[in-house]
């Protein structure tokens, strides 16, 4: 584990429940990252954690921000991150989310509505600017073909829409593609950015360099020792000629990638009390402290895997990423074990996030810790139902300084 359980156990004092962040974990992964990428900028998503300090851990090294709202625009600058490393990528923008991004990140339009709408606002402003699209390529990761999305422009409108080039004010110079999360096939994950940096290269060659080509993200984690795992030398291996190949062409376009789950995933755990054993029907239920209102994502998986009838249902990232995305651990190895269900303290039978697993026996005042609550966990749970109010998210920096 990442964090020493020292430190874990003298938190769990003070503290019913709570989140901790590693920022020697972070450290870790970027450094994965940085060795796989090497051709190419990270930025890190902002909104699968935009806790203060892990900001400041991940844009202290050096990577750039995607943002999904005006507010991370905003939390990146704070964070120090300059607008040109600052992509603010979303869809259905207000006229005031833009006006208030305009000189502090690159502004990405979701559609040719918005292209137009950024247009008009530069006009009325006597200013110009260039922006990016987001392009719904003809391809998926699994199909040659394309797929209808609520995301970006269809590849076939925008090239008949830079062909017709109708703006005054906004120029559109650079690209952003994100088609899918969580994706741990190496070989997948190559042939997706032979296929973009290749639809980069046809509108280059046909409207000018580009000034950046941002690939988004797919860059999977290993959710439990069972799942496959994501090989970076691999795709490191397969994509390092691809880059090289673009830039030879376009020296000046900048290559760029992006992850919020890899970056930082590992480096959380969720630490929720005891509060009480019961038996019902011959089942022992152990009752924790803020669990589906703090870290909904457990519950959620143990809701979805009960309605299908537990088969194993392909992931929806990011509220659901597989019926076994979390490892339950009760610290206290010296104990026997028994089978126990995991249930929260809201009032709704929905608040379980594991049944029936085989855990060393705890007792009311013992912690039970879940692993991969460094994304998409905090950041996605309903802190205010039953007014439980938010849990602490404490983090130890790389010598071990607690804040
Ligand atoms: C959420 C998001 C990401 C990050 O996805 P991860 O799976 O956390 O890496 C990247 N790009 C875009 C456009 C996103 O919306």
Same mark, same amino acid.
């Given at each position: 584990m990442a964090i020493p359980f020292g430190i874990i156990e003298t938190l769990a004092k003070e503290h019913d429940s709570f989140y901790v962040y590693s920022e020697a974990e972070i450290e870790k992964s970027i450094s994965a990252l940085?060795?796989? #990428?090497?051709?190419? =900028?990270?930025?890190?998503?902002?909104?699968? *954690?935009?806790?203060? *300090?892990?900001? /400041?851990?991940? #844009?202290? !090294?050096? @990577?750039?921000? =995607?943002?999904?709202?005006?507010?991370?625009?905003?939390?990146?600058?704070?964070?120090?991150?300059?607008?040109k490393d600052i992509f603010y990528s979303a869809p259905g923008k207000s006229d005031g989310d833009i006006i208030s991004t305009l000189h502090e990140c690159v502004l990405i339009a979701d559609s040719?509505?918005?292209?137009?709408?950024? =247009?008009?606002? @530069?006009?009325?402003?006597?200013?110009?600017?260039?922006?990016?699209?987001?392009? /719904?390529?003809?391809?998926?990761?699994?199909?040659?073909?394309?797929?209808?999305?609520?995301f970006g422009t269809d590849e076939s409108d925008t090239i008949a829409f830079l062909r017709e080039n109708p703006c005054r004010n906004a120029r559109i110079s650079g690209i952003h593609i994100h088609l899918k999360s969580q994706e741990t096939d190496a070989e997948v994950l190559a042939r997706y950015y032979k296929n973009v940096l290749a639809l980069a290269r046809r509108i280059a060659d046909e409207f000018g360099p580009l000034e950046y080509v941002n690939?988004?993200?797919?860059?999977?984690?290993?959710? %439990? =020792?069972?799942?496959?795992?994501?090989?970076?030398?691999?795709? $490191?291996?397969? %994509?390092? $000629?691809?880059?090289?190949?673009?830039?030879?062409?376009?020296?000046? %376009? !900048? @290559?760029?990638?992006?992850?919020?789950?890899?970056?930082?995933?590992?480096?959380?755990?969720?630490?929720?009390?005891?509060?009480?054993?019961?038996?019902?029907?011959?089942? +022992?239920?152990?009752?924790?402290?803020? +669990?589906? /209102?703090? #870290?909904?994502?457990?519950?959620?998986?143990?809701?979805? #895997?009960?309605?299908? *009838?537990?088969? &194993?249902?392909?992931? &929806?990232?990011?509220?659901?990423? $597989?019926?076994?995305?979390?490892?339950?651990?009760?610290?206290?190895?010296? !104990?026997?074990c028994e089978t126990v269900t995991l249930a929260g303290?809201?009032? %709704?039978?929905?608040?379980?996030?594991a049944?029936?697993? +085989?855990?060393?026996?705890?007792?009311?005042?013992?912690?039970? @810790?879940?692993t991969n609550a460094g994304s998409y966990a905090a950041a996605l749970s309903p802190m205010q139902f039953s007014s439980q109010g938010a849990v602490p998210e404490i983090f130890i920096t790389k010598d071990g300084k607690v804040i």
């Open positions: 940085k060795r796989c #990428f090497t051709g190419a =900028d990270i930025l890190y998503s902002i909104k699968c *954690n935009p806790n203060k *300090n892990v900001l /400041n851990a991940v #844009f202290s !090294r050096g @990577l750039g921000a =995607d943002a999904a709202s005006a507010a991370e625009v905003f939390a990146a600058r704070e964070a120090g991150v300059s607008p040719l509505d918005e292209v137009s709408r950024i =247009d008009a606002l @530069l006009q009325a402003r006597s200013e110009r600017m260039n922006i990016g699209l987001r392009i /719904n390529p003809n391809f998926t990761f699994a199909s040659d073909n394309g797929a209808a999305s609520k690939m988004g993200s797919g860059i999977g984690v290993q959710y %439990t =020792d069972a799942a496959a795992s994501l090989d970076l030398d691999v795709l $490191g291996a397969a %994509t390092a $000629g691809e880059y090289a190949a673009l830039n030879a062409r376009y020296p000046s %376009t !900048r @290559l760029i990638i992006e992850t919020g789950r890899y970056a930082v995933c590992k480096s959380g755990i969720y630490i929720s009390r005891v509060m009480g054993r019961k038996m019902s029907h011959g089942k +022992t239920y152990i009752i924790l402290k803020n +669990t589906l /209102n703090a #870290f909904m994502r457990p519950a959620l998986a143990r809701m979805i #895997f009960k309605y299908c *009838n537990e088969c &194993s249902p392909a992931g &929806s990232e990011p509220l659901f990423s $597989g019926a076994d995305a979390f490892e339950f651990i009760a610290p206290y190895p010296e !104990r026997p303290n809201l009032c %709704t039978a929905c608040d379980t996030m049944e029936d697993i +085989t855990l060393p026996r705890v007792e009311r005042g013992d912690i039970v @810790l879940i």
